[in-house]
């Protein structure tokens, strides 16, 4: 019976208790004319917005991106040799299609040439 007491008090406690927070003073004042708002909004800006984003980029810079930066260089360092191998043979294989391609290029700039000379005619 005791304990039952103790646990409707302590969650009647804990149910409310969140709800004195709203009966404080507001930490800003409205505004009396239109001219206050943009001030009244900057200190609201600096005061509470851009530090709880700042606290979440740090956090997110600790925790996650750490995290993932290491996943990423791991699997780069084991994937480095495949890689670099994939490169040279994409390398080799231009090396041998540029003299055709410089060649069909040539071809078709000569076509332009005479069509545009025998329509100038």
Known sequence: MRKANKLVILLTLSLISPLFSFAQQPKITLPKTLLELPEILEKIWQENILPA??????WLKENVWQKGKDLFKNELE??????????????????EKFPKLKKALWE?????INRFKIKKR
């Open 53 to 58: 984003w700042q606290k979440l980029k740090e």
């Open 78 to 95: 084991t994937r480095k040799p495949i890689i670099e191998a994939e490169f040279q043979q994409e390398k080799e294989e231009l090396k």
């Open 108 to 112: 078709r700039v000569k076509e332009l």
